[in-house]
């Protein structure tokens, strides 16, 4: 789509400026149907699932969406940031940024928790943040909380990390990461999302800078307890909008970390660490050289002994097979199957995704998962009232055997894939606006997405609309 003239993009920040104070407004269209007989559900614990890898276990969805799509069954205006919503135990978790004074960058950081039945809220908790994103996109957060038994954990723009009672919002324990490792504002302020909790402890990309001479501490593993540090690895790679992911290779628990944050000379990649002791395993070199370069697709795990690895700016994706000893040795390359910040899907053998940096050079690529060759590339594009639509850089989500796909401009498509080619089965465009970049989150048998930006058309302000996605 052309871009939004001036002025709509003014009345758009206003608007949204407006919408991120403390009363938001809710609005309930209604009930959703009950669901069906025998309909497997599961909760959203992280901003990827339960399993890390964009899937659910959701069975006896909606199938031919009506007109329009999917019906509303409430919607709610937000602040800013990128955060995914959470849904465990019948609470939603909604993490952004209120009062945003463009100027000064000063404003509050929110944990709002949701009746994810009715969006109403149950708590708040809140907390004064300064941020000014230096390229201009939202100062809100960009990581969503990761909820495990009866707490919550969640990191702010900033590096400020706070663990919640699930049901009171009392904090339990916080700790300010930038102030503690000196970690630098980066690209776009701090990113990454904690791990999954692994017994008594979480993992943190963290990217902190030595203050004198040496290496920074770049992977913390920090108690669920009380906050305090269990281990640190040190290394001069940064942190990387990737969030770490917890997986057993070669029957060895390993948080497999995206290490690869601003830098100059520009370094990273991918770590490979004890879960137990902070041991590095491994350490594999991967990011583009180029300054301006972010890698934030997470480490997709295809096996005990195989992981993933996509940088859109130049190297592209790669995969890693890993020894008995945890040692890497690279099964393939392929400079045109790097993602930008999604995570592909895998399915029988084969790896499908939106490779490329930016929409004019994004395509929908399927790749042979152990040779890495590229199948089929899709363009996802169609015109419209004489204009070009598309998906872009899509984002993808697998459940019930079904494929589910949000462009980044609104459209929700349902898609056909295989290593033949790739069709849109169904789609409906949601709402018109840019940087829809938050997977959509599953969970009992309800579609929850983020609208992070205002709609150009209609200027409605960001927003959370929660979709009936049950079938009969």
């Known amino acids: 789509m052309n871009p939004a003239p001036l002025s709509i993009s003014l009345a758009l920040l206003c608007l949204a400026v407006l919408a ?25 614990p992280r901003f990827l699932g339960a399993r890390d890898n964009a899937t659910s276990r959701e069975t006896k969805l909606l199938g031919k969406w009506p007109v329009g799509g999917p019906r509303k069954v409430w919607e709610l205006e937000t602040g800013e940031g990128y955060s995914s919503p959470i849904v465990v135990d019948g609470k939603l978790l909604y993490f952004h940024r209120l009062n945003h004074a463009n100027v000064t960058g000063t404003g509050e950081e929110a944990i709002d928790c949701l009746d994810p039945n009715t969006g109403k809220r149950q708590w708040r908790v809140k907390y004064p943040v300064s941020y000014v994103d230096r390229y201009g996109f939202s100062p809100g957060p960009r990581s969503s909380p990761v909820v495990h038994e009866d707490r919550l954990y969640v990191t702010g723009v900033t590096g400020m990390m706070h663990c919640l009672d699930l049901k009171s919002g009392d904090i ?12 630098p504002t980066y690209f776009f302020g701090y990113g990454p999302n904690p791990s999954s909790v692994w017994k008594d402890r979480i993992i943190l990309n963290i990217g902190g800078k030595a203050a004198r001479e040496g290496d920074g501490v770049c992977v913390a593993a920090l108690s669920i307890k009380d906050g305090k540090t269990i281990w640190e690895v040190k290394d001069t790679w940064g942190a990387s909008y990737a ?10 628990p390993c948080a497999v970390v995206a290490a690869a944050g601003e830098s100059r000379p520009p370094h990273g990649g991918l770590l490979v660490i004890d879960v137990k002791s902070g041991k590095v395993y491994d350490r594999f070199p991967w990011r583009a050289d180029k300054y301006e370069s972010v890698l934030a697709s997470s480490p997709l795990i295809l096996s005990d002994k195989r992981v993933y690895l996509g940088d859109c700016y130049g190297v592209g994706g790669v995969v890693l097979e890993f ?24 399915i029988d053998g084969h790896l499908y995704g939106f ?37 872009f850089r899509g984002s993808l989500l697998q459940a019930d055997g079904r494929i589910f796909c949000l462009g980044e401009d609104g459209v929700l498509a349902e898609l056909k894939v295989n290593p033949e080619g790739a069709k849109i089965v169904q789609k409906a465009r949601l709402f018109a606006a840019r940087s829809s ?36």
């Open 243 to 252: 969030s770490p992911t917890i997986a057993t290779l070669q029957g060895v």
């Open 323 to 346: 020894d008995k000893k945890l040692k890497s040795r690279v099964v393939w390359k392929e400079r045109w199957f790097g993602m930008h910040w999604m995570m592909p899907l895998h």
């Open 437 to 472: 970049w938050t997977l959509p989150t599953l969970s009992q048998g309800l579609l929850y997405v983020s609208q992070n930006e205002g709609d150009f058309l209609t200027r409605q302000p960001p927003r959370i609309i929660c979709y009936d996605f049950r079938g009969e």
């Open 172 to 183: 339990i324990w916080k700790r300010d990461l930038r102030k503690d490792y000196n970690i």
């Open 355 to 391: 490779a490329g940096r930016n929409i004019p050079d994004t395509q929908f690529k399927c790749a042979h998962a152990d040779t890495g060759r590229i199948l089929w590339e899709e363009d996802m594009q169609w015109r419209d009232g004489g204009r070009i639509h598309g998906l």
């Open 20 to 44: 991120s104070g403390q009363d938001l407004k809710l609005t309930f269209h209604a009930a959703p149907k009950p669901l069906p007989e025998g309909a497997v559900v599961e909760d959203w």
